[in-house]
């Protein structure tokens, strides 16, 4: 059974930092790509970064680049965001994801989503 669960969010003051972690079980993780996403009240869900599965490769959205970090333990079967010099703009749901095959064709899997709030 796949299962990815967020942790680390919580409310933060405008300029600080949070890390988010991912927790996944259910796949090989390190075979698969992971990536970040987030949605804010009344906004469509948006990528925030991605990371290759030996961690090569990695992008970000324009509106983090230079202060979000992804990261990836592949021993440990964990992926991290790290956020630094967060503004009200960053308050979100951010959600793990990760695409897997699944009966010949491919499936985005989810984590439950962690709450990161910047207030001001």
């Known amino acids: 059974q796949v299962q990815l669960v967020e942790s680390g969010g919580g409310v933060v003051q405008v300029g600080g930092s949070l890390r988010l972690s991912c927790a996944t079980s259910g796949f090989p993780f390190r075979t698969f790509d992971m990536s970040w996403y987030r949605q804010a009240i009344g906004k469509e869900r948006e990528l925030v970064s991605y990371?290759?599965?030996?961690?090569?490769?990695?992008n970000y959205a324009d509106s983090v680049k230079g202060r979000f970090t992804i990261s990836r333990d592949n021993l440990k079967n964990l992926a991290y965001l790290q956020m630094n010099s967060l503004s009200t703009d960053d308050t979100a749901v951010y959600y793990c994801?990760?695409?897997?095959?699944?009966?010949?064709?491919?499936?985005?899997?989810w984590g439950q989503g962690t709450q990161v709030t910047v207030s001001s």
């Open positions: 990371i290759s599965s030996d961690g090569q490769h990695i």
């Open positions: 994801q990760t695409v897997l095959p699944v009966g010949g064709a491919s499936r985005a899997f």
